[in-house]
């Protein structure tokens, strides 16, 4: 009995192996593609609906730019320091900062008892010349009949000269003073002098008070003529080559929004020890309103140039990056589909709806297909497609 049951079990196991290798093998199901993650596929539908669009990377002649840094400021001969041209201490002023004043306006009254000795010296002076000029006239005459000697004629004519000389000098140190000479020569002698404003302006400094002495190296006053404000801007040795005469600026303050336009008017000649060249620009609109010393940024057009661009809108951007989608055929089972691929690039200038692109040296981008309309349709399936996944 149990010779005929392992027997039994023995049939029943080479029955069991002879089914399981007649069983038909299956054929492996061949894997599809699997598309990139930097590419995305659509069908026909979706790409007339997206209504995409495609071109080349063209040549374009774009403005360049340049990033600059500067201020406003006045021209010399419109910002003037007020001194005193002989010491003394200021009896009054009204100035104040902001304060706008005219030419010819009195800024202070300086006073000094020092003051009164030229004018006594003028006036004694003035009183000898008239003398020794009449006396000179009267030894030209007698000359004239011989009846002086010549070397008495000399000794006139140079004691009236060497005399003029003296009085010319110290009315013109009398005029300095801002003296009123012909008020002088009626006798009036005055123990004040006043300071004028030789330009019209706004007042930006006061550095005095009444009752302080002031020594003719001392700066009182400060007025300056906004009516011409120039824009300094500071440029670095590489962009000077950029930078012509003639060049349109275009800047904004600190805290403003407005854009403003300048013109290159003067490019420096010196670099500085920080590698820098001053250039003075001309505003294109005068605004009184503008002070000296404002801080601003500036763009200079440095002229147009060829560069590789393309449509605007043809650039997408995603995460703080740049990015163009360039079409690529890939076979896909059976069928040709097509797909894009997403490139980073860099980008420079934009400029009448096309911006500038900026390549590594050596990238072939001759016979790229760019998508130029469509693209966030393009970036949007795509990113939807990695949050299914």
Not at 80 to 91: L, Q
Not at 202 to 214: P, W
Request: proline share 4%.
């Amino acid at each position: 009995m149990k010779s005929l049951y392992k027997i039994t079990i023995l049939l029943f196991t080479a029955t069991l192996l002879v089914n399981c290798n007649d069983k038909p093998k299956e054929t492996p199901k061949e894997a599809e593609p699997e598309v990139q993650a930097n590419m995305v596929e659509i069908t026909p539908e979706q790409f007339k609906s997206a209504d995409i669009q495609f071109g080349m990377i063209e040549l374009k002649a774009l403005s360049g730019t340049t990033k600059v840094n500067g201020m406003l400021d006045v021209p010399p001969q419109n910002l003037v320091s007020i001194s005193t041209p002989f010491g003394g201490f200021v009896k009054s002023t009204e100035m104040l900062q902001g304060m706008k004043v005219r030419k010819g306006q009195v800024v202070a009254m300086m006073q000094n008892p020092d003051y009164v000795q030229p004018q006594q010296d003028y006036i004694d002076l003035k009183s000898q010349l008239n003398y020794l000029k009449q006396d000179y006239e009267r030894q030209q005459e007698l000359s004239k009949e011989n009846v002086n000697a010549l070397k008495t004629l000399q000794k006139s004519k140079s004691e009236y000269e060497s005399m003029r000389a003296r009085v010319a000098g110290l009315k013109t140190k009398l005029q300095l003073m801002n003296i009123n000479i012909g008020s002088l020569e009626n006798g009036n002698i005055q123990s004040t002098i006043p300071l004028y404003s030789p330009i019209n302006g706004y007042v930006t400094e006061v550095n005095t008070n009444i009752g302080a002495f002031a020594s003719p190296t001392d700066v009182l006053f400060k007025i300056a003529d906004t009516s011409h404000l120039h824009a300094e801007l500071t440029v670095f040795e590489k962009d000077v080559p950029k930078l012509k005469i003639g060049q349109k600026v275009r800047f904004t303050l600190a805290n403003e929004t407005t854009e403003r336009m300048a013109t290159v008017y003067l490019v420096g000649k010196e670099i500085s020890s920080e590698r820098t060249v001053q250039i003075h620009c001309h505003l294109d609109k005068e605004d009184t309103n503008l002070l000296p010393g404002m801080y601003l940024k500036a763009l200079v057009e440095s002229g147009t140039e060829q560069v590789s661009a393309v449509p605007s809108k043809a650039i997408v951007e995603f995460q703080g990056s740049k990015y163009i989608f360039v079409e690529s055929d890939q076979a896909k089972g059976d069928k040709k589909t097509t797909q894009y691929k997403l490139i980073n690039v860099k980008v420079g200038v934009t400029e009448l709806n096309y911006t500038a692109l900026i390549f590594d040296e050596g990238t072939d981008y001759t016979n790229w297909k760019i998508v130029t309309n469509g693209a966030y349709e393009l970036l949007s399936k795509m990113k939807n497609s990695e949050e299914e996944e």
